[in-house]
């Protein structure tokens, strides 16, 4: 077993466990395992068993105060999700013990010596600066990226342009494919002709055909490979192939695609502007009815988002990411965006997003309300992305699949059932369980990980509650 992905992670990108190594100042010292883990934050503790207390994706730190059973140690450690394990040589032991090591070297898990004069919170220190650090570097190049494709767009063949700077952006080569499968356009060096092929029939996959996925990702020739669909043209695709995937290609990739969506449906502009104007009169209050014939049928999602980086280009990345020209911002803060219920709506770096339950075009006024309701959510728990959840009819069926993720973990069934029951309160649940209250709050929110949900949500509690009740 190895050690596993963290269930959810912080917004700022995950640090190579190498880049801690190379920090002299440290002297840390990787004994066993990959230097490639993703690190995403430092936890320190001294229990027998840290289980309870991890999230996933951890540099757990400890001086063994109460390391009995090493092997037995890892395990949990590895169970919980950790990616690497900081023992610290002083005051309890001299050296790292062999067991830990061979246990390390078993479980694949990276065991990194911390020498006595390094204490633990120059470590955490030191990883939260390299994390701010590529959070800044990403967000520098994305905006750099946003100026050179804009600057593209403006030339007087701009098609090639965008292509080539995108290609010289990501570091590889930008295709653009008729819907025969046909290259139209193309910038970029070389690729091999495994990755060509592969690269190919990835475009193949998406589309604007209904139900189809709006893009693609794969590997084919040693590359990266992404491709999407264009929105504004006939059956057009954009595909891009990388040596490397960085934070941002993503992002930059989309503002791509809206600007080729642009550039080669001129024709269409005229149906993109009444789309345009439906979307605005739509969230502004017209009668649902109205607007909706400017639309498709849909399905659709709302998103409400908040945030940016307080750039020209927050907002037209923001929409370039989620892959809609369907934006509007009516009080200059708040930014609504309407996209096919199709497209997947991810965690943006910089935003708090609320995103309504897919809804016919007849129906987006209250899909409107709906994405307000989760972006205040959002913004009230401090999570990046709320979602709304349509709850259907409760059956035994229904409320067993709701609970599924917690099927292996009875202790956490039972924190959940003992806390709703005691509406939410951590020391009566800690008193009536005999556990510490800290215990509580991490097994709950292990909960509302594991369920994707809401705890904070009088709505969702009652859902739980019930599903509990009958399950």
């Known amino acids: 077993m190895s050690a596993q992905e963290p269930a959810s992670t912080p917004p700022a990108p995950a640090v190579p466990l190498a880049a801690l190594l190379a920090r002299r100042d440290l002297g840390l010292r990787l004994l066993t395992g990959s230097e490639d883990a993703a690190l995403h934050w430092v936890h320190t503790s001294e229990m ?137 356009a193309a910038a970029g060096r070389p690729i091999p002709d495994a990755a060509s092929r592969a690269l190919a029939d990835l475009a193949g996959v998406v589309g604007p055909r209904p139900g189809g996925p709006a893009t693609a990702s794969g590997d084919g020739g040693g590359l990266r490979l992404a491709a999407y669909a264009l929105g504004g043209a006939d059956g057009l695709t954009l595909a891009v192939a990388s040596e490397h995937h960085e934070p941002g290609n993503h992002t930059i990739a989309g503002v791509a695609v809206v600007l080729l969506s642009l550039l080669t449906a001129p024709r269409r502009g005229a149906d993109s502007a009444v789309r345009d104007a439906a979307l605005v009169r739509l969230l502004l209050g017209e009668t649902p009815a109205e607007a909706a014939r400017s639309l498709d049928p849909g399905p659709w999602t709302v998103v409400h988002a908040q945030g940016g980086d307080g750039t020209p280009f927050a907002t037209a990345a923001l929409a370039a990411a989620l892959g809609t020209s369907l934006v509007e911002t009516p009080d200059g803060t708040a930014v609504r965006l309407l996209l096919p219920a199709s497209t997947a709506v991810e965690v943006q770096p910089g935003w708090t997003l609320g995103v309504s339950a897919p809804a016919e075009a007849r129906d987006l006024a209250l899909a409107d309300t709906h994405a307000a309701r989760a972006l205040r959510r959002a913004l009230t728990t401090g999570r990046p992305l709320v979602r709304h959840r349509e709850s259907g009819p409760l059956t035994p069926d229904n409320a067993r699949a709701r609970l599924a993720p917690l099927a292996d973990s009875p202790a956490l069934v039972e924190t959940l059932r003992t806390w709703l029951s005691l509406h939410g309160s951590w020391d009566r649940t800690a008193a009536a369980m005999g556990i510490h209250r800290n215990t509580v709050r991490q097994r709950i929110g292990r909960c509302a990980t594991l369920l994707d949900a809401d705890l904070d949500d009088v709505d969702v509690r009652m859902e739980l509650w019930f599903a509990l009740r009958h399950g």
């Open 48 to 184: 027998a068993d840290p289980y309870p207390y991890l999230l996933g994706g951890e540099l757990l730190m400890t001086a063994g105060v109460q390391l009995s059973d090493p092997s037995r140690y890892v395990e949990r450690v590895v169970e919980a999700g950790a990616a690497a394990l900081g023992f610290g040589v002083a005051p309890v032991y001299d050296t790292v013990p062999a067991e830990l090591v061979a246990a390390c070297t078993r479980h694949g898990l990276p065991l990194v010596e911390v020498p006595p004069q390094t204490p633990f919170t120059a470590v955490a220190r030191a990883l939260w600066r390299l994390m701010a650090q590529a959070r800044l570097q990403e967000l520098r190049r994305v905006t750099e990226a946003q100026q050179s494709l804009a600057t593209a767009a403006a030339r007087p063949a701009p098609v090639p342009a965008v292509l080539g700077a995108l290609a010289s952006r990501l570091g590889g080569r930008a295709v653009l494919f008729a819907p025969d499968g046909t290259e139209s």
